[in-house]
Nanobody, 123 residues
Framework: QVQLVESGGGLVQAGGSLRLSCAASGRSFSSYTMGWFRQAPGKEREFVAAISWKGGSINYAESVKGRFTMFRNNAKNTVYLQKNSLKPEDPAVYYC????????????????WGQGTQVTVFS
C-alpha cells in the first residue's frame, strides 16, 4: 500500500516556475513507477511525466518537454516536478500516481493516486 501527498501548487505568473512534490509512504516506494498527471476543468486527466523506479527512464508529454523536469529521491520517498516557463494552458490540478509495475502514459496503468494540488497561472 502506498499513500501519496502532493504539495507545492499555487498561483504563478506566466513564464514563471513552480516545483511540485509528492511524498510517498510505503516501504516499496523505490520500486514503483511514479507519474504526474493533470486535469483542467471540463477536460480529461492527461499524462504529464513518468519516471522509472531507478530514475533512469523518464517520459514526458510533448506539451511539457523542455519545460518540465521530473526527478525522484528514493531516500526521501519523494518525487518532484519542476515546472519552468509556465504557460496559460498549464493550469490544472496536478496528481501524483504510483504503480508497482512498469507503467506508462495512461491513467489506468497506475494503482495509487494522491489528492492533487492546484496550479493556477496568471498572465
Amino acid at each position: 500500500q502506498v499513500q501519496l501527498v502532493e504539495s507545492g501548487g499555487g498561483l504563478v505568473q506566466a513564464g514563471g516556475s513552480l516545483r511540485l512534490s509528492c511524498a510517498a509512504s510505503g516501504r516499496s516506494f523505490s520500486s514503483y513507477t511514479m507519474g504526474w498527471f493533470r486535469q483542467a476543468p471540463g477536460k480529461e486527466r492527461e499524462f504529464v511525466a513518468a519516471i522509472s523506479w531507478k530514475g533512469g527512464s523518464i517520459n514526458y508529454a510533448e506539451s511539457v518537454k523542455g519545460r518540465f523536469t521530473m526527478f525522484r529521491n528514493n531516500a526521501k520517498n519523494t518525487v518532484y516536478l519542476q515546472k519552468n516557463s509556465l504557460k496559460p494552458e498549464d493550469p490544472a490540478v496536478y496528481y501524483c500516481a504510483a504503480d508497482p509495475r512498469v507503467a506508462g502514459t495512461q491513467a489506468d496503468e497506475y494503482e495509487y493516486w494522491g489528492q492533487g494540488t492546484q496550479v493556477t497561472v496568471f498572465s
